[in-house]
């Protein structure tokens, strides 16, 4: 009787098992064991699992396919009469990357960040006489989030909007035109260390029919 | 001759096993076919997959603890200095849901939606003195429409925030307290017709280390 083993790696890879014969007299036994995730499992598991990463593996560089890929993410969430008032800010530039964390008093990790994105809305944009930039770009940049965990990456959200001095720095390292507010900058890389998520849940917070 | 044959979950993945005799009675070969979905994709999938769904079957429920699923996606998003200034209000009461129908001009497919979500914020809760409460409820927000997503219902932020009126409107038939601001109105169901999800990539709104 031979075992065929293959790992799973991650949460979703089969674990097969086949024992086969053929043409001798050796009885056989046909096993198998599977491990497999389904949709609403994996997206659950990845919302909480989640956490704020502020410490990556030094010089491990994210590809610009996989920052991409994020942007990507950020730009499939829901927008407020569709108004995508939304732009994205990629920065992997060692330079740039310091020039933030040098003005931003809670982005320091930027210095050890291989990349960040920075989120940005467009103030100009209104539904009617109301603004939903900040909503749209909050959906946006925890898409980003989201996918930054579900691709084994880091990150944190780092705020600047609505702090006015940490606004004015971005907007003058990144030249951002005066319609244009960074809601955050969010630093991706590699998880050094191991954080671990945070157990929110609080019944209390939870109201039926009426608060 | 055996046959074994595994059904997936809600993500398609199809396993066949076939059995073919290899010319005596009690010797086979197997021959495996399988897909499966990585964390990553299944992740992806779902951001890029949701979509804003305002028509639902008909009296079909939400089970209880599947709202109780999505309020727990909910409470697992970021939020700043961790201070959760988030409220959830489970809606499942045909005349509380048919109250705020009546009364918000863009949530009315609440008189057909089994249940509803109102995310709300605390906004005496403050990081200093700044306010953070609208992005960690729209963080909240967004992991409540990717896990409605996920599990196969349907879902629409309806806005409520900043709209004076609306907040008075929700903030009267759901009894808040002053500092507790309605953000949103989700309407959750199983979905009826076919919404499609939108292709909003924009490269003109990704720029690389500057605007």
Request: net charge positive.
């Amino acid at each position: 009787m031979k075992h065929f083993i293959s790992k799973a790696g991650t949460l979703s890879l089969s674990l097969i098992l086949i024992l086969s014969s053929c043409g001798n007299k050796e009885k056989t036994d046909n096993v198998m064991i599977m491990e497999t995730v389904s949709k609403k499992d994996a997206t659950l598991s990845v919302i909480h699992s989640r956490k704020s990463v502020r410490n990556f593996i030094p010089g491990k560089a994210v590809p610009a396919e996989t920052l991409d890929t994020l942007v990507r993410a950020g730009m499939a969430a829901a927008s407020a009469v569709n108004l995508q008032p939304w732009h994205f800010v990629v920065v992997d530039d060692r330079a740039v990357l310091d020039s933030l964390a040098a003005g931003l008093p809670y982005a320091k990790m930027l210095n050890h960040a291989p990349a960040a994105i920075v989120v940005c809305g467009d103030s100009a944009i209104k539904a009617g006489d109301l603004a939903f930039w900040e909503f749209d770009c909050s959906l946006a940049s925890g898409n980003i989030l989201l996918a930054v965990e579900a691709m084994g990456l880091g990150a944190v959200w780092t705020a600047v909007h609505p702090d006015a001095a940490r606004i004015a720095t971005v907007r003058e390292i990144l030249h951002l035109p005066d319609n244009i507010i960074p809601l955050n900058v969010i630093p991706v890389g590699y998880p050094a260390g191991a954080a671990k998520p945070k157990d929110k849940y609080d019944p209390r917070k939870i109201h039926r029919n009426r608060y």
